[in-house]
Each structure stands twice: as structure tokens, then as C-alpha cells.
């Protein structure tokens, strides 16, 4: 092989130049979203000191680029939409996104049909990387992404043994310590209102649940756990039937601020005191929390992190494809108010 000729360095000296991968190189190179400000300058200042000149036919293949990052949304129940934690968590990716020009594009995917028009959208180029949320046990789409190698990044997982990047919560730490707290307070009977079984999410914080009762001595009553669906409705209609079946009550967990909202109005029809006869701790910390009355002691999840993990993720997935599958779990914090 014949010695490359001086004064032609290539992409790969330019990286060890500017200090940086060969993949954000070839990002401004092309002109491409998701390189910060800094990060440009330098690898510009690198090509000019190298007198580095790109291969302008690599360079357009590899310059088409979308500038367009999907939200995939695979939650049939409309209801979900409504919820704070969607709203919240559009709103921290949207800024987190801000300054790398990339658009963020929301896309239902609730039906087979839906699945595979979404994956033939993206395997065409319209999209550099999918973010997905509320993703239930069984979906297959984050497997077909992944095998169409197309960077990925989960909000939550479906499973414990999930290997397509994530980012989530320590929910288990989260529901365990809240149920110390409510046992440090003297309560004695707690129960929980889960989210959908279906969801990883939901079993974690069970699991905290029980994690923390065992902790304790104390024998988990199954009776004590009500299914919801993240709801206030699901919250409410929860509540009212452990009062019903289990009238000494004196602690609830419930998996989200509002399904929490709706345990206190349960409460109160039920002529129960919050928090003198019955303390109650939600999970999430938005600004429902402080609307309910009393105010919501509740586990606070870092969602602008997770909103800026997430969107980080994919831009380093993007930039050095098939290395490795990245993994981020956030802490949480008990944020201590009035219900408890």
C-alpha cells in the first residue's frame, strides 16, 4: 500500500486534533444539527491548521441528514395525553432540543398497520433518531428499530432485562423510601395504588413498595394493592375499595400525582382526614402536587434531566452508531409537603 502523500490528513487526525470522535467531525463537516457551539469551533479551527479537505462525495452521501428527531407515542388510551407527565415531558425534550436546530416530531403508533408505516418512515430517512415513551411489555418496535439500526433511546423499558438505550428513573428507590417515610410517621397499614402491571414502571414502583414493608418486618397484604392506570379516576375509584375492604388504612402510596389527586378525593367523601388519619404520598412532583388540597407529599422525578439525558443519548447514538447500547437510570427525592 502506497504512503498517503503529505499534507492530506484525514478525518480520523482531525478528531485526534480538536480532541474529539470521528463522528463529530464528520457532523460539521456536513453542516449537520446536534454539535455544540464549542465543539464546532474547535473541529473548525482543527481543519484549518491540518488544511484538512473533505471527500465531497462521502461527504453527500453522508450529509443527508433530516434534522428531525420523532417522539413516538405507542399508548392506545387517549386519556394518557391528558396527563401531566406527557406534557412535562414534551416540554423538557422540546428544550432540550432547542439548540441543536433539530426538529422534534410527534408520532402515534397505537396499531400493527401504524408500527410498520412508522418504521418504513424512518428506515426512509425522514428521521435521524427515535425518542418513545410510555412503552408497555411486549412492544416490539424498539427490537425493529434496533435491528434497522436506527438510533433509539426508550424513556423507562419494557423489562429489567431491556438492552436498547434508555433512560429512566430509580423508581424502586423512589416508592421504597417513601414507604420508610410513611413508616417512620407510625403508620401502620399502608397501602398502594399501582399504575398498569403492564408497564415496568409500575412493577418497579410496586417492588419499592414491598421492598420497604419487608424492610421493615412487616407482611405485604396483597389486599393492600390496588391496580390503576396512572389516572385520577383510576385513583379515586382505587381508593374508595381499599377503604371498603381494608377501613384502618392510615398510609397510601399511589404511582402518580394524579392518581394520588384522585385518593384524596376518596378520601374526603369518605370522611377521612388527610393526613391525620390517612397519609398519602403520590409519585412525580408536577405542578399538580401543589394544587391539591392539602398540598402533595410526593416522589419528584428529575424530568428536565431526563428530558436532557435523552435527548444527549441520541446524539451520541447518532454520532457513534452500534458501539454500545447506553443506559441511564436518574435519582429520585422525596419532596415532603402536607398530605404525609
Same mark, same amino acid.
Given at each position: 500500500?502506497?504512503?498517503?502523500?503529505?499534507?492530506?490528513? =484525514?478525518?480520523?487526525?482531525?478528531?485526534?486534533?480538536?480532541?474529539?470522535?470521528?463522528?463529530?467531525?464528520?457532523?460539521?463537516?456536513? &453542516?449537520?444539527?446536534?454539535?455544540?457551539?464549542?465543539?464546532?469551533? %474547535?473541529?473548525?479551527?482543527?481543519?484549518?491548521?491540518?488544511?484538512?479537505?473533505? &471527500?465531497?462525495?462521502?461527504?453527500?452521501?453522508?450529509?443527508?441528514?433530516?434534522?428531525?428527531?420523532?417522539?413516538?407515542?405507542?399508548?392506545?388510551?387517549?386519556? @394518557?395525553?391528558?396527563?401531566?407527565?406527557?406534557?412535562?415531558?414534551?416540554?423538557?425534550?422540546?428544550?432540550?432540543? %432547542?439548540?441543536?436546530?433539530?426538529?422534534?416530531?410527534? +408520532?402515534?403508533?397505537?396499531?400493527?398497520?401504524?408500527?410498520?408505516?412508522?418504521?418504513?418512515?424512518?428506515?426512509?430517512?425522514?428521521?435521524?433518531?427515535?425518542? @418513545?415513551?410510555?412503552?408497555?411489555?411486549?412492544?416490539?418496535?424498539?427490537?425493529?428499530?434496533?435491528?434497522?439500526?436506527?438510533? =433509539?433511546?426508550?424513556?423507562?423499558?419494557?423489562?429489567?432485562?431491556?438492552?436498547?438505550?434508555?433512560? !429512566?428513573?430509580? &423508581?424502586?428507590?423512589?416508592?421504597? &423510601?417513601?414507604?420508610?417515610?410513611?413508616?417512620?410517621?407510625?403508620?401502620?397499614?399502608?397501602?398502594?395504588?399501582?399504575?398498569?402491571? !403492564?408497564?415496568?414502571?409500575?412493577?418497579?414502583?410496586?417492588?419499592?413498595?414491598?421492598? %420497604?414493608?419487608?424492610? %421493615?418486618?412487616?407482611?405485604?397484604?396483597?389486599?393492600?394493592?390496588?391496580?390503576?392506570?396512572? +389516572?385520577?379516576?383510576?385513583?379515586?375509584?382505587?381508593?374508595?375499595?381499599?377503604?371498603?375492604?381494608?377501613?384502618?388504612? !392510615?398510609?397510601?402510596?399511589?404511582?402518580?400525582? =394524579?392518581?394520588?389527586?384522585?385518593?384524596?378525593?376518596?378520601?374526603?367523601?369518605?370522611?377521612?382526614?388527610?393526613?391525620? !388519619?390517612?397519609?398519602?404520598?403520590?409519585?412525580?412532583?408536577?405542578?399538580?402536587?401543589?394544587? =391539591?388540597?392539602?398540598?402533595?407529599?410526593?416522589?419528584?422525578?428529575?424530568?428536565?434531566?431526563?428530558?436532557?439525558? @435523552?435527548?444527549?443519548?441520541?446524539?451520541?447514538?447518532?454520532?457513534?452508531?452500534?458501539?454500545?447500547?447506553?443506559?441511564?437510570?436518574?435519582?429520585?427525592?422525596?419532596?415532603?409537603?402536607?398530605?404525609?
Amino acid at each position: 500500500m502506497g504512503k498517503r502523500r503529505p499534507g492530506a490528513p =484525514t478525518l480520523e487526525e482531525v478528531a485526534a486534533h480538536a480532541g474529539v470522535g470521528r463522528g463529530t467531525v464528520s457532523r460539521v463537516v456536513n &453542516n449537520a444539527a446536534g454539535v455544540k457551539e464549542s465543539t464546532r469551533r %474547535a473541529v473548525q479551527r482543527a481543519i484549518e491548521e491540518l488544511g484538512y479537505v473533505p &471527500n465531497l462525495a462521502a461527504r453527500s452521501l453522508a450529509g443527508r441528514r433530516a434534522d428531525a428527531v420523532a417522539l413516538v407515542l405507542t399508548e392506545p388510551d387517549w386519556r @394518557m395525553f391528558a396527563e401531566p407527565f406527557f406534557s412535562e415531558i414534551v416540554r423538557s425534550l422540546g428544550d432540550a432540543l %432547542a439548540d441543536t436546530g433539530m426538529q422534534l416530531l410527534l +408520532t402515534l403508533v397505537r396499531s400493527e398497520d401504524e408500527r410498520q408505516r412508522f418504521l418504513e418512515y424512518a428506515r426512509g430517512g425522514r428521521v435521524d433518531g427515535i425518542l @418513545m415513551m410510555s412503552v408497555h411489555a411486549g412492544d416490539q418496535l424498539p427490537d425493529m428499530l434496533a435491528e434497522a439500526r436506527l438510533p =433509539t433511546v426508550l424513556l423507562g423499558r419494557r423489562s429489567g432485562e431491556e438492552y436498547v438505550s434508555y433512560v !429512566d428513573a430509580d &423508581n424502586v428507590g423512589g416508592a421504597r &423510601n417513601a414507604v420508610s417515610y410513611l413508616l417512620k410517621q407510625g403508620r401502620r397499614t399502608i397501602a398502594t395504588i399501582t399504575g398498569p402491571l !403492564d408497564m415496568y414502571v409500575a412493577q418497579c414502583r410496586l417492588r419499592g413498595y414491598r421492598d %420497604a414493608l419487608e424492610m %421493615a418486618g412487616l407482611e405485604g397484604t396483597p389486599s393492600l394493592v390496588a391496580e390503576g392506570d396512572f +389516572t385520577e379516576e383510576s385513583g379515586r375509584r382505587a381508593m374508595a375499595d381499599l377503604i371498603e375492604r381494608h377501613p384502618e388504612i !392510615d398510609g397510601i402510596l399511589a404511582a402518580s400525582d =394524579t392518581s394520588a389527586a384522585g385518593a384524596l378525593q376518596a378520601l374526603r367523601a369518605a370522611g377521612r382526614r388527610v393526613p391525620e !388519619d390517612v397519609a398519602v404520598i403520590g409519585f412525580d412532583d408536577f405542578s399538580l402536587a401543589q394544587r =391539591t388540597e392539602p398540598r402533595l407529599t410526593t416522589v419528584r422525578q428529575p424530568v428536565e434531566e431526563m428530558g436532557r439525558s @435523552m435527548i444527549r443519548l441520541l446524539l451520541e447514538e447518532m454520532e457513534e452508531p452500534f458501539v454500545a447500547w447506553r443506559h441511564v437510570i436518574l435519582r429520585t427525592e422525596l419532596v415532603v409537603r402536607e398530605s404525609a
